[in-house]
Structure formats: structure tokens, C-alpha cells
């Protein structure tokens, strides 16, 4: 079982409509949880950060946090075409120093 | 400069060469760390520094050696590496070790090709 898991995609959704991207993880003791954006050729850069069980909300996004089943999600509201990236989920586990990555989710925005 | 920069940007080297990828973080951060991304893979953690001392080696092959002078500069010396180690390679720093509030900033990262 990968430490944190993601569908590979390409995840394709109409523009205006709500994007939902799904992350699971192996580690009970995880304490933080990432999004990140990835533009093709660019590096990631950090759209939320949770760590307590529930909902985040910033501006378009909300990220959602399910620690019973190690489970975390990003939801992108009213998407936009600028929102077509890769998306990498990761989790900062037991060790404080040691982060994992998820493979990642490809968002496709259609007009 | 701002934020974290990294040189150089492209690198072709063959498998006898020794080539060195620098990063320098100008945020004023004490955590720098080294990431390995390959295609279709996820993004993978080699080391992490904390405040100049190595915090986390993960399992990375002795072809790849990091040195972290002081809290803004990170290096990754390469030697007889495979063409398997072709890949994007990405430095990262975070004001104390990565969660919670302390938010990775990422480099462009140096994309690096072994012939």
C-alpha cells in the first residue's frame, strides 16, 4: 500500500462547476496535511495546509479533513481554466522532518 | 533575488562526470530539504536540513552527496550517477521543519539528464 494515495487522473470538469480531489494515506500518526499546485514545468507551490479533523475554506478552495478515515480532500469551487494543474497531496507523518507526496491528481478545467 | 533559486537550471552530464546543484534560500528559513521528481512518480524526499545538521537521509545511493554550509545554502554533489537519475530535482526550505504553519517554499528546480 503507497503511503499516500491519489488518482493519477486526467480529472476533467466544466468550467463553473466544483472540482473534488481525493487523498488517502497509510499512517495513523499523521499530523499535517498539504495541497499543493504544480503547473506543468513549474514547481509546487502550497495552496492549504489542515490538520484538524473538519472543513478549511480559503476564498475558492476548502480543504476536508477525515482523520478516522485517513482521508483529505480539496474541493475548487466556481473552477477556472487557470485552476488546469497537477495537484500533489502530501502528509507529514509521525517523524517531524519527513513529509510524503502523493503521485499526484492532473485537473483539467474545460471551457 | 527572492525566495529559493537554484543553478542550474538544466544539466546533461554523463556517468563519470561529478557535477554539484546549488540552492539558496534568501527567506530567511533554518530547514532546507532536497526532492527527487521523476515522471509519473510521486515527488520524493532525499534529505532534509535542519539549522546546517542532517535531520533525515532517505535512503539515498552515496552517489548523491548533500552539503549544507550554513542555514541558506544547500548542495547536491553528483558522481557516477545512472540514467536512472535522470530527473527534476527540487530544493525546498521552510522556516522550521515542514507542518502545521511551516509552509515549504519551493525552488525551480534543476533538470538534470545522465547520458
Known amino acids: 500500500q503507497k503511503e499516500v494515495e491519489q488518482n493519477s487522473g486526467p480529472l476533467s470538469v466544466p468550467e463553473g462547476a466544483i472540482a473534488s480531489l481525493n487523498c488517502t494515506y497509510s499512517d495513523r500518526g499523521s499530523q499535517s496535511f498539504f495541497w499543493y499546485r504544480q503547473y506543468s514545468g513549474k514547481s509546487p507551490e502550497l495552496i492549504m495546509f489542515i490538520y484538524s479533523n473538519g472543513d478549511k475554506e480559503d476564498g475558492r478552495f476548502t480543504a476536508q479533513l477525515n482523520k478516522a478515515s485517513q482521508y483529505v480532500s480539496l474541493l475548487i469551487r466556481d473552477s477556472q481554466p487557470s485552476d488546469s494543474a497537477t495537484y500533489l497531496c502530501a502528509v507529514r507523518g509521525s517523524s517531524a522532518s519527513k513529509i510524503i507526496f502523493g503521485s499526484g491528481t492532473r485537473l483539467s478545467i474545460r471551457p | 533575488e527572492t525566495g529559493v533559486t537554484q543553478t542550474p537550471r538544466h544539466l546533461v552530464m554523463g556517468m563519470t562526470n561529478k557535477k554539484s546543484l546549488k540552492c539558496e534560500q534568501h527567506?530567511?528559513?533554518?530547514?532546507m530539504y532536497w526532492y527527487k521528481q521523476s515522471a509519473k512518480k510521486p515527488l520524493e524526499l532525499m534529505f532534509v536540513y535542519n539549522f546546517k545538521e542532517q535531520t533525515e537521509n532517505n535512503s539515498v545511493p552515496s552517489r548523491f552527496s548533500p552539503e549544507c554550509p550554513n542555514s541558506s545554502h544547500l548542495f547536491l554533489h553528483l558522481h557516477t550517477l545512472q540514467p536512472e537519475d535522470s530527473a527534476l530535482y527540487l530544493c525546498?526550505?521552510?522556516?522550521?521543519?515542514?507542518?502545521?504553519?511551516?509552509?515549504?517554499?519551493f525552488g525551480p528546480g534543476t533538470r538534470l539528464t545522465v547520458l
Open positions: 527567506l530567511g528559513h533554518n530547514a
Open positions: 525546498a526550505s521552510s522556516q522550521g521543519l515542514a507542518g502545521g504553519n511551516n509552509e515549504q517554499f
